[in-house]
């Protein structure tokens, strides 16, 4: 994972390229019953607020004569956010299986920055979407190529951090077949992104992507190579020894 691609400024497009070219590589794999389509998340979110600093004064009550009454005090000047609602879409992979009816056999997400912004819109609408999934019999793999924010994917993080100890990034696996168990991928900076089973219906093998490659043709095609600032901290920034690493490999390819 390139670390400087989780800039929330940027992610949208990310996201969107990264989805599509992860259904294209679903679609080459998947046995001639089943089909993979994008779909959309639409919400409202607080994304961008615009500010403006209004006036305030100190006022007497009408008809009272100068200096007679106590004064009616206005606050201290302050800030007023005006928060307008941004429509935000997010897209997601659906598998579907044409000889049931069309039903709904997985849905593959892509976490954004939204996603997990506490007590945001954003937040509340996956959170939804992942409890139906969660109760229904679809499967579910969640990718978090996000350090920043709340942990959001459907395993304790205790439970990851116990198991594998410090990481950055997490591919989560849910299979209605087996609703109480998950498969982990959790990831530090310098490891590859991983090759990954999407689990089908039960009987059929999943079918098997490589994320790395996914994301190598996103930063590609979006041109990240020349247009992101690597003068610059990442943002999120790094920990120290995160911070070690990355300048190791900047100096290495500079």
């Not at 080459?28 to 919400?43: M, S």
């Not at 139906?132 to 993080?157: F, K, T, W």
């Not at 530090?188 to 992507?209: A, F, N, S, Y």
């Amino acid at each position: 994972m390139d670390p400087y691609l989780e800039d929330p400024r940027g992610w949208r497009g990310v996201h969107a390229s990264f989805v599509t070219y992860l259904r294209d590589a679903i679609a080459e794999g998947l046995p001639p019953r089943y089909y993979a389509r994008l779909e959309d998340r639409v919400y409202l979110d607080a994304e961008e607020p615009s500010a403006f600093l209004p006036d305030a004064r100190v006022v007497e009550r009408p008809g009272a004569p100068r200096g007679t009454g106590p004064a009616v005090l206005e606050a201290d000047p302050a800030i007023t956010i005006s928060v307008e609602p941004v429509e935000l879409n997010e897209s997601f992979i659906e598998i579907l299986d044409a000889s049931t009816g069309h039903r709904v056999v997985s849905v593959i997400e892509l976490l954004s920055p939204t996603n997990k912004r506490p007590d945001s819109e954003g937040s509340r609408s996956y959170r939804k979407k992942q409890e139906e999934l969660l109760a229904s019999a679809s499967n579910l793999v969640e990718i978090d190529l996000l350090r920043g924010g709340e942990h959001v994917v459907a395993v304790p993080r205790a439970a990851v951090l116990g198991r594998r100890g410090r990481y950055h990034y997490l591919v989560v696996i849910r299979r209605a077949s087996n609703p109480y168990k998950r498969t982990v991928h959790a990831l530090r900076l310098e490891t590859r992104l991983p090759k990954v089973g999407i689990p089908l219906l039960v009987g059929d093998p999943d079918v098997v992507v490589e994320l790395q490659p996914i994301l190598d043709r996103v930063y590609e095609m979006g041109s990240y190579g020349t247009t992101l600032d690597y003068s610059r901290p990442p943002s999120p920034p790094f920990e120290e020894e995160d911070a070690a690493w990355a300048a190791s490999v900047l100096s290495s390819r500079a």
